[in-house]
């Protein structure tokens, strides 16, 4: 059951190796010379592309996971229990990246665990995102683990934790309503330095809601991509029900995103932002809510009701691009938006590189594990147990 | 009954992890700071951009020298901001009537922004009114950076692995120790454009200058209200704050004020999320069932439907074949009557004959 029986040298695996190279090049940088030599950051933009990205984005494209979980074990749809597993990995792995990439940014990444177990400083919401993705990558491993214990044949270990699935479920979703609206919560302490249109004391619900279609999105951008090297790891039950999973996650993401656009215009009307629509950051704002939130919910729906899969596939890659837009322009587009130009902020080329070789890091352990686990097929001894 | 103890358990180290000190920060209880707090009132009607203050506090805190020395006054052409290896800066704008000069360094919050967002409790607003911070428990996320609305920390971005955050600590250390009696900045004035002494003093000087010299000050001490109040204090002459760079829109609400109502929300989500969610599979799991059953019932009704038709269907055949029988039997018994009538008409006969052929022979 493996795909290692062909030549290692797939221009994939070159590139792959070139990016790793670049990536541990940069990691002896940023711990031997710090991060004033690596990154663009500054002492008035101390986040940038590695919190904007790496975490807001990678937080917000995991949240399949929940998404996905939640459909089939909570809301008893169970016709898409074969996208669970897929969804669960890529949400381990985002979420296993996120903390990766964490310790390239702070200062002191030994001391990561401070905050939880030395002295929480339990008033910020940082404590709580850091609790919860800490929370949440543990409950992500256990939820994935049935998958490795299959591949491993530890039978006896797997049916246990396999009997946990409803309560990581739960706890699951809570973790992610959690985390995922405080990540948007960090910047209500911001009301001075993000642009009017983008703050709000909505933040966390905007967050959370826009990541429901950026879970359901990615779930069906990845089953897209993943459909044809790993086409024969499918089996049968997962082919036949890969479509209607589009289907039935095109129809999610359409009403999630027609919600999140109206969160997005109660945002503004609550503290009566519309005269900023006329400057040139509400055509930027108009340019994300119109050409990434209405637009996509309304393809969703035309794809879903005619059934065309093809343009659903192209709607979800709109969707996932239109939540990092969002993402990047809460962090660092229309952050600091009041400073000239000459001190605002741009990436540097090594940041933008870092973040890829966190993506390939990602993108190389999901090869291997899709490769080898029961991940798009049951396993045979496991048939019709769930 | 495992499960459910699995989950109460669940539910509350959840509550315990995210409530925390938290119900305190949201509260109906207002700060008004500690009452013998000390601050700083900086007139900038008496500043004159000598940057002395700047040599004093890189004296007194130890800071590294400086690329160009203090008494460089060409530094002041371009506007700067305090970094981490210099505390407070002076800086020059261009006034209605002249130069004009402004000091930045912490301004020391009442509900500082740094101090609310760090998330392992690294900074510390002290009773004397300074916030200082504590490097041995810092992580470097640079949150208080991001969350200071006065652009204050500074980071070495050119330490890899022990960064510190570094910012003005209104010389807390050393008056706490008896080195100096007041910050280095204010020492080293030669103006008297720095005072430094009780925060709710300060106010009264203040109010007292501009009574004392009409026209001469803005009616604004800058830092009384703003973003819950600092114990840093500005005065400004009659071009105003924003002249003097400092900004105009920043609120009166502290940080924790402001993010006091999402953080009020998050034990909710832990609280109603596990029985909303619960609540969702057990009906799912009830609607299942109950499906299930109705389908069971229905495939009962229709056996048992089947069966009676078969019944009595066979029934009827048991009838007809009863009655078949019956009129065999009859039939048979009938010809057998008939059989025995026509042999014994037959008998007759033969014997009348017999008779009649006696008779005809006597």
């Given at each position: 059951m493996t795909t290692e029986n062909k030549s290692l040298m797939t221009p994939v695996n070159i590139i792959t190796g070139i990016i790793l190279a670049i990536g541990l090049v940069i990691t002896v940088l940023r711990f031997t010379k710090g991060l004033g030599t690596v990154t663009n950051l500054d002492q008035n933009n101390p986040w940038g592309v590695w919190i904007g990205f790496d975490l807001l984005c990678g937080v917000a494209l995991a949240a399949g996971g929940y998404t996905t979980s939640s459909a089939c074990y909570l809301f008893g749809m169970k016709k898409y229990h074969s996208a669970v597993r897929p969804a669960i990995l890529t949400a381990f792995l985002g979420y296993a990246l996120v903390v990766f990439a964490l310790h390239f940014d702070v200062g002191r990444p030994y001391r990561l665990v401070y905050p939880i177990f030395l002295q929480p400083g339990t008033t910020s919401l940082l404590y709580e995102v850091g609790l919860c993705v800490f929370l949440y990558v543990t409950v992500l491993a256990i939820e994935f683990s049935p998958a490795a214990l299959e591949w491993l044949g530890m039978k006896k270990l797997r049916n246990t934790v396999h009997k946990l699935t409803l309560a990581l479920t739960i706890f699951g979703v809570v973790l992610s309503?959690?985390?995922?609206?405080?990540?948007?919560?960090?910047?209500?302490?911001?009301?001075?330095?993000?642009?009017?249109?983008?703050?709000?004391?909505?933040?966390?619900?905007?967050?959370?809601?826009?990541?429901?279609?950026?879970?359901?999105?990615?779930?069906?951008?990845?089953?897209?991509?993943?459909?044809?090297?790993?086409?024969?790891?499918?089996?049968?039950?997962?082919?036949?029900?890969?479509?209607?999973?589009?289907?039935?996650?095109?129809?999610?993401?359409?009403?999630?995103?027609?919600?999140?656009?109206?969160?997005?215009?109660?945002?503004?009307?609550?503290?009566?932002?519309?005269h900023y629509l006329a400057t040139g950051w509400g055509a930027w704002w108009l340019v994300e809510v119109l050409g990434f939130v209405a637009l996509p919910s309304l393809l969703y729906a035309i794809g879903s009701r005619e059934k065309?899969?093809?343009?659903?596939?192209?709607t979800a890659a709109l969707t996932v691009v239109g939540i990092i837009l969002n993402r990047f322009n809460v962090s660092m587009v229309a952050f600091n938006w009041q400073l000239p130009a000459d001190q605002r902020y741009f990436p540097s080329l090594m940041e933008i590189m870092l973040s890829i070789f966190v993506v390939t890091v990602g993108v190389t352990v999901y090869r291997f594990i899709v490769s080898r686990m029961p991940i798009f097929f049951e396993h045979p001894e496991y048939k019709d147990a769930h | 009954m495992k499960r459910r103890q699995f989950l109460g358990l669940l539910g509350a180290a959840g509550?315990?992890?995210?409530?925390?000190?938290?119900?305190?920060?949201?509260?109906?209880?207002?700060?008004?700071?500690?009452?013998?707090?000390?601050?700083?009132?900086?007139?900038?009607?008496?500043?004159?951009?000598?940057?002395?203050?700047?040599?004093?506090?890189?004296?007194?805190?130890?800071?590294?020298?400086?690329?160009?020395?203090?008494?460089?006054?060409?530094?002041?052409?371009?506007?700067?901001?305090?970094?981490?290896?210099?505390?407070?800066?002076?800086?020059?704008?261009?006034?209605?009537?002249?130069?004009?000069?402004?000091?930045?360094?912490?301004?020391?919050?009442?509900?500082?922004?740094?101090?609310?967002?760090c998330f392992v409790r690294a900074f510390t607003k002290n009773p004397d009114g300074s916030v200082t911070?504590?490097?041995?428990?810092?992580?470097?996320?640079?949150?208080?950076?991001?969350?200071?609305?006065?652009?204050?920390?500074?980071?070495?971005?050119?330490?890899?692995?022990?960064?510190?955050?570094?910012?003005?600590?209104?010389?807390?250390?050393?008056?706490?120790?008896?080195?100096?009696?007041?910050?280095?900045?204010?020492?080293?004035?030669?103006?008297?454009?720095?005072?430094?002494?009780?925060?709710?003093?300060?106010?009264?000087?203040a109010r007292e200058r501009m009574k004392k010299n009409p026209g001469r000050y803005v009616k604004h001490i800058y830092g009384e209200k703003e973003m819950g109040g600092t114990n840093w204090l500005y005065m400004a002459g009659t071009d105003g704050f924003s002249a003097l760079g400092m900004r105009e829109d920043l609120g009166t609400k502290s940080v924790p004020e402001i993010s006091a109502g999402p953080l009020s929300v998050v034990p909710m989500v832990a609280a109603l999320w596990p029985a909303l969610l619960g609540g969702v599979w057990a009906m799912n799991k009830r609607k299942e069932k109950v499906a299930e059953e109705e389908q069971k019932a229905a495939v009962k009704a229709a056996k048992a439907a089947t069966k009676a038709e078969g019944e009595a269907k066979l029934a009827k055949a048991m009838e007809?074949?009863?009655?078949?029988?019956?009129?065999?039997v009859e039939r048979e018994v009938k010809r057998a009557l008939e059989e025995a009538e026509a042999a014994r008409k037959e008998a007759e006969a033969a014997k009348t004959e017999t008779a009649d052929k006696d008779g005809e022979g006597a």
């Open positions: 309503t959690l985390h995922q609206s405080s990540l948007g919560a960090l910047y209500i302490a911001v009301p001075s330095k993000l642009h009017p249109l983008w703050y709000s004391p909505y933040l966390a619900v905007l967050f959370f809601v826009s990541s429901i279609p950026a879970g359901l999105s990615m779930v069906i951008f990845e089953g897209t991509l993943a459909h044809k090297p790993w086409h024969h790891m499918m089996d049968k039950t997962h082919l036949d029900e890969h479509e209607g999973v589009i289907l039935g996650f095109a129809r999610g993401a359409s009403i999630a995103l027609a919600a999140y656009f109206c969160v997005k215009l109660v945002a503004v009307a609550y503290d009566n932002n519309w065309n899969i093809k343009l659903i596939k192209w | 509550i315990t992890a995210t409530l925390g000190t938290t119900a305190q920060a949201a509260g109906g209880k207002s700060f008004d700071g500690y009452p013998d707090a000390k601050g700083v009132l900086f007139d900038a009607t008496r500043c004159i951009g000598c940057r002395k203050c700047e040599a004093g506090c890189n004296k007194v805190n130890k800071l590294p020298a400086p690329p160009k020395p203090f008494e460089d006054l060409a530094v002041l052409e371009k506007e700067r901001r305090t970094d981490e290896k210099t505390y407070t800066v002076v800086n020059k704008y261009q006034g209605k009537s002249g130069p004009l000069f402004r000091k930045i360094q912490c301004n020391h919050c009442m509900e500082p922004a740094c101090a609310s967002v911070y504590d490097a041995d428990v810092c992580v470097g996320c640079r949150y208080c950076m991001v969350a200071c609305p006065f652009n204050v920390p500074a980071y070495e971005y050119d330490d890899p692995l022990t960064p510190r955050v570094m910012k003005c600590t209104m010389c807390h250390d050393q008056i706490q120790k008896g080195e100096i009696n007041a910050p280095g900045c204010v020492i080293s004035c030669p103006k008297e454009a720095l005072t430094y002494g009780k925060r709710d003093d300060l106010i009264e000087i007809s074949a009863e009655r078949d029988k019956v009129q065999a």
